[in-house]
């Protein structure tokens, strides 16, 4: 089929039979009618109207190159840097229309199984089965325009052998035995942001270690949500109500993230990409250049939403009266720094492109995992800026049925602003409110900090993967004598030894 419309994408997820809890009540009704889920869904059934309108249609699609079929284009292969640019125009068009504020857009996860799909013949090393599963999931999901989540993180309890002193795990996620259907999975994951409003989920968590040989920890595969078997227990909703004037970012844009509960969930062998094989699971999760690939998408969200909160950032100003406040502009000036230093890493990326051993064109990985590192930075930063301008405007914050009481009056007389009705000026610090100060607020700043890992885990990766340091020591070497000579201590730290210097 080719690419799907709203309409179609909401008859998915309400007939695709997810067993959803949400405050300790499993969901028996149509999911895109829950309150914890129908703004996101309406939300996200714009994307795909969109991705069809005649406006957008030769932005946002590409003709398949197996049905012919018009698929979306955000699961394109690029094979050169004018392909990069499509895949960066369409992302940027559907970030545009969610602000950023939709870490799960689908163009996240397409873009992810493309990455893995353009890989499967490294799969194939481990298992020929494996890669043809690979490569044919790729295509199902780009044919289908399949919604899909993911999972990658274990909860604690299942990592826990450093204090257990032990190898074997019993509440770490596990194939429990393997049969003529498939395997059998049982476990629990996370962090599986809209997990109850996708078609299917992939689960690819980093091994734990084993004592067998065959590691029942090292599995990666993707199922329809609906399998049974599998629970997906969600925290509590951000969505707090239902006026779009009093919750104006969490009524379309709370994204729920869920612990999935794998009870002997039977994974059929032709979804099966990886099972037992440890170092093919930690060399396809690097090799396949997935995060790489992924940050292109993360970037242009994060582009999106930097745009957004300097726009709130401006609309504060304007509506203050504070454009001669050289303290206020200083503040301005930085969110557009931060802003345009985004767009050129983004830019750059593109530039330094080359063709993977894949013949897949990559992004220069540089440019990219900047941008991972200045980011969880940047966005608190940004969240206190809006904070600092709005002050007592964003705690004194009247609803909109307050305006429609008998003490509208009141409000209409000394709320108003510069230029500006009351109603007008409280919308927008109720705004503000949701983007820097509500509990959805809380969660996206959260969610920004650790969208791909700890602060130490993204400066690893850039400071390991940036090549170009080795080149710029070498030119101080020249400088001075004896610099570039291997000491003592170094031998001592690169063949494991101890050294007096370890922190």
């Known amino acids: 089929?080719?690419?799907?419309?709203?309409?179609?994408?909401?008859?998915?997820?309400?007939?695709?039979?997810?067993?959803?809890?949400?405050?300790?009540?499993?969901?028996?009704?149509?999911?895109?009618?829950?309150?914890?889920?129908?703004?996101?869904?309406?939300?996200?059934?714009?994307?795909?109207?969109?991705?069809?309108?005649?406006?957008?249609?030769?932005?946002?699609?590409?003709?398949?190159?197996?049905?012919?079929?018009?698929?979306?284009?955000?699961?394109?292969?690029?094979?050169?840097?004018?392909?990069?640019?499509?895949?960066?125009?369409?992302?940027?068009?559907?970030?545009?229309?969610?602000?950023?504020?939709?870490?799960?857009?689908?163009?996240?996860?397409?873009?992810?199984?493309?990455?893995?799909?353009?890989?499967?013949?490294?799969?194939?090393?481990?298992?020929?089965?494996?890669?043809d599963n690979m490569r044919r999931y790729y295509e199902h999901c780009r044919e289908n325009d399949i919604t899909l989540s993911h999972a990658f993180i274990v909860p604690h309890a299942g990592r826990m052998s450093s204090f257990l002193k032990t190898l074997e795990q019993p509440d770490a996620p596990r194939v429990e035995e393997t049969n003529k259907d498939g395997i059998v999975v049982s476990g629990a994951f996370l962090l599986a942001t809209q997990a109850a409003t996708a078609d299917e989920i992939l689960i690819f968590p980093a091994p734990l270690p084993?004592?067998?040989?065959?590691?029942?920890?090292?599995?990666?595969?993707?199922?329809?949500?609906?399998?049974?078997?599998?629970?997906?227990?969600?925290?509590?909703?951000?969505?707090?109500?239902?006026?779009?004037?009093?919750?104006?970012?969490?009524?379309r844009y709370e994204e729920m993230d869920t612990l999935v509960v794998f009870d002997r969930v039977l994974v059929p062998h032709d979804r099966v990409f990886l099972c037992g094989d440890e170092d093919m699971a930690y060399r396809f999760t690097e090799e396949s250049r997935f995060h790489t690939h992924a940050t292109h998408q993360v970037l242009c969200r994060n582009i999106a939403k930097t745009e957004f909160m300097l726009g709130v950032i401006e609309g504060i100003i304007k509506l203050l009266g504070l454009r001669t406040y050289t303290q206020v502009v200083e503040k301005a000036a930085e969110a557009i720094a931060g802003l345009e230093t985004l767009k050129a890493l983004l830019v750059a990326s593109e530039a330094g492109a080359r063709k993977d051993r894949w013949g897949t064109m990559l992004p220069s990985p540089g440019p990219l995992y900047t941008a991972n590192y200045l980011y969880p930075k940047m966005y608190p930063r940004l969240v206190e800026i809006v904070q600092l301008l709005g002050a007592s405007g964003i705690v004194?914050?009247?609803?909109?049925?307050?305006?429609?009481?008998?003490?509208?009056?009141?409000?209409?007389?000394?709320?108003?602003?510069?230029?500006?009705?009351?109603?007008?000026?409280?919308?927008?610090?109720?705004?503000?409110?949701?983007?820097?100060?509500?509990?959805?607020?809380?969660?996206?700043?959260?969610?920004?900090?650790?969208?791909?890992?700890?602060?130490?885990?993204?400066?690893?990766?850039?400071?390991?993967?940036?090549?170009?340091?080795?080149?710029?020591a070498k030119k101080v070497a020249k400088l001075v004598p004896g610099l570039g000579r291997e000491n003592a201590s170094s031998r001592v730290r690169r063949s494991g030894g101890k050294t007096d210097d370890c922190m």
């Open 210 to 251: 084993s004592a067998q040989e065959v590691n029942p920890h090292a599995f990666a595969f993707a199922v329809p949500s609906g399998l049974p078997g599998i629970r997906y227990i969600c925290r509590e909703s951000f969505a707090a109500g239902t006026s779009e004037f009093d919750y104006p970012l969490s009524s």
């Open 1 to 131: 089929m080719p690419i799907k419309n709203g309409e179609q994408y909401i008859a998915g997820i309400d007939k695709g039979g997810a067993q959803v809890w949400v405050d300790g009540n499993r969901v028996t009704g149509a999911i895109s009618e829950h309150s914890a889920f129908r703004g996101v869904v309406s939300t996200q059934a714009e994307l795909y109207d969109m991705q069809g309108a005649d406006e957008y249609l030769s932005r946002m699609t590409y003709e398949s190159p197996t049905s012919g079929d018009v698929v979306g284009l955000s699961f394109l292969r690029p094979q050169s840097k004018r392909d990069l640019r499509r895949r960066r125009e369409m992302m940027t068009l559907w970030a545009g229309r969610h602000h950023g504020f939709l870490g799960r857009a689908p163009d996240y996860m397409n873009t992810v199984v493309m990455a893995f799909g353009a890989a499967w013949k490294l799969l194939a090393e481990s298992n020929p089965m494996y890669g």
């Open 396 to 472: 004194v914050i009247p609803s909109e049925a307050d305006f429609h009481s008998d003490i509208g009056g009141d409000l209409h007389r000394y709320l108003k602003g510069i230029e500006t009705d009351a109603k007008s000026r409280v919308g927008l610090f109720r705004l503000a409110w949701d983007l820097s100060a509500s509990s959805f607020a809380g969660r996206q700043t959260l969610y920004e900090r650790f969208f791909f890992g700890d602060s130490v885990k993204v400066a690893s990766r850039l400071y390991s993967g940036y090549t170009d340091k080795e080149k710029f």
